[in-house]
């Protein structure tokens, strides 16, 4: 579950008040507090991570998966925790948030950020693909594999989705990828997975 505190604050109030302990974000200038993830989220987090650190360090790539960086769309007032995000190192000396508040906000610092679904689905569906696609991030995951999401977003029959928006022309772009069908990332191309792998890290059975 999500509770929010209704009380508007700045992003600026937001970064000065955030505990070291729990995971919050804010929802145009809602604190939002993220509840503990089951364990079955924390599966399929915990393996893509360690997938695509391997296949960072496989490719030599400047790139690393940080614990608790934020994501700050350029307007408004909303900061995301993603569950997995991919910063680009060489460009964090012109993020202007980044050293006192551990905050992003230039598409060229995010090649990729990754969404697994819970009960707050609407976020990721509806005002996180908008920020993200705004801040220009070049992909975004979004992994459904409790396929709790809508049914006009993973279909129906509803199953478990993995869909992977990529920036073309300044809008997002989606492909989805069910089964054992083989996932097709554009910032890892050679990531060989299928979605049942991912689906079954987190204790689905196919």
């Given at each position: 579950?999500?509770?929010a505190?209704?009380?508007l ?9 955030r ?9 145009d ?19 893509l ?14 790139y ?7 994501v ?24 202007p948030l980044?050293k ?11 090649p990729?950020v ?12 509806y ?7 705004a ?38 772009q989606?492909?989805q ?9 554009p910032?890892?191309p ?6 049942e ?10």
């Amino acid at each position: 579950m999500i509770q929010a505190i209704h009380k508007l604050v700045t992003f600026e109030d937001f970064a000065a008040w955030r505990p070291d302990g729990g995971r919050y974000e804010l929802h145009d200038g809602v604190i939002v507090e993220m509840g503990q993830p089951v364990g079955d989220h924390e599966d399929v987090v915990g393996f893509l991570a360690l997938n695509i650190s391997i296949e960072i360090g496989r490719q030599k790539l400047p790139y690393f998966i940080p614990k608790t960086v934020l994501v700050k769309p350029f307007e408004g007032e909303s900061a995301y925790s993603p569950d997995i995000l991919i910063i680009n190192r060489p460009n964090l000396v012109n993020e202007p948030l980044w050293k006192k508040e551990s905050t992003v906000s230039q598409a060229i610092s995010i090649p990729l950020v990754i969404e697994v679904v819970s009960t707050n689905w609407r976020d990721d569906y509806y005002k996180k693909l908008a920020d993200y696609e705004a801040i220009g991030i070049p992909e975004y995951w979004i992994i459904d594999y409790a396929a709790i999401g809508a049914r006009k977003f993973i279909g129906n029959p509803k199953l478990p989705t993995i869909s992977i928006y990529q920036l073309i022309d300044g809008e997002y772009q989606v492909t989805q990828f069910k089964g054992d069908t083989h996932i097709v990332s554009p910032t890892f191309p050679e990531l060989n997975l299928t979605a049942e792998q991912i689906f079954q890290a987190g204790g689905v059975q196919i």
